[in-house]
């Protein structure tokens, strides 16, 4: 069993900037590693995701040029720089990995999920 721990999350203003991180518990050889978020009474919907090498990124349009995803394999962890904050990017943010050796883009698509780290943007 592989835990996902995500940190990072807090309060910022709106054009302010957080990143998040997850860590994995063990090395894992899960190929893509992705952050997701759930705003309240919405559904979990899909942030971005990058590959095991890191040379294959995709992002949600809402956060296309705001968001970075990266990973630093040897540390088991991945990233998500997050500039420009607007009061809809708040939510709990999930870091999720995927085994599988093609893109995800739906939360059924990963197979260990986070807890959760909430991010909360202010006007």
Do not use: H
Request: aromatic fraction near 12%; include cysteine; charge should be positive.
């Amino acid at each position: 069993q592989v835990q996902l721990v995500e940190s990072g999350g807090g309060l910022v203003q709106a054009g302010g900037s957080l990143r998040l991180s997850c860590t994995a518990s063990r090395r894992t050889f899960t190929n893509y590693m992705g952050w997701f978020r759930q705003a309240p009474g919405k559904e979990r919907e899909f942030v971005a995701t990058i590959n095991w090498t890191g040379g294959n990124t995709r992002y949600a349009d809402s956060v296309n040029g705001r968001f970075t995803i990266s990973r630093d394999n040897a540390k088991n962890t991945v990233y998500l720089q997050m500039n420009s904050l607007k009061p809809e990017d708040t939510a709990v943010y999930y870091c999720a990995a995927r085994t599988a050796s093609t893109m995800g883009v739906t939360p059924l698509m990963y197979d260990y999920w986070g807890q959760g780290t909430q991010v909360t943007v202010s006007s």
